[in-house]
């Protein structure tokens, strides 16, 4: 599976942007998808996935409550809205996927075989 990130992009505190991740799969629909990131000097860090279906949601704390994880897959995409950012958000997401995932490995970033080339979110005062 070939992933696709984009829509990354400077943006001022308090803002949103929406990453979208494309898939050359078309068995799409058989992977779990999930973003990362990784900020400047820190480690890789999971930020939320989602099941096959769409129905099963997970998200790290720090963005619960404002990023909202989506797939449509009739367009092969994952989606990541995020609103009220902050500098801490600063980042490259990635975008992940795998077909054997199951629940309690989401966030675990060796759990995912495929990785997009990420894209740079750069959130300023």
């Known amino acids: 599976v070939q992933l696709q990130a984009s829509g990354g992009g400077p943006v001022q505190a308090g803002g949103s942007l929406r990453l979208s991740c494309a898939a050359s799969?078309?068995?799409?629909?058989?992977?779990?998808m999930g973003w990362f990131r990784q900020a400047p000097g820190k480690e890789r860090e999971f930020v939320a996935a989602i099941n096959l279906s769409g129905g099963t949601t997970d998200y790290a704390d720090t963005v619960k409550g404002r990023f909202t994880i989506s797939r449509d897959t009739a367009k092969n995409t994952v989606y990541l809205q995020m609103n009220s950012l902050n500098l801490e958000d600063t980042a490259v997401y990635y975008c992940v996927a795998d077909s054997t995932l199951i629940r309690s490995s989401w966030s675990s970033p060796s759990a995912y075989d495929y990785w997009g080339q990420g894209t740079l979110v750069t959130v300023s005062s």
């Open positions: 799969e078309r068995t799409f629909g058989r992977f779990v």
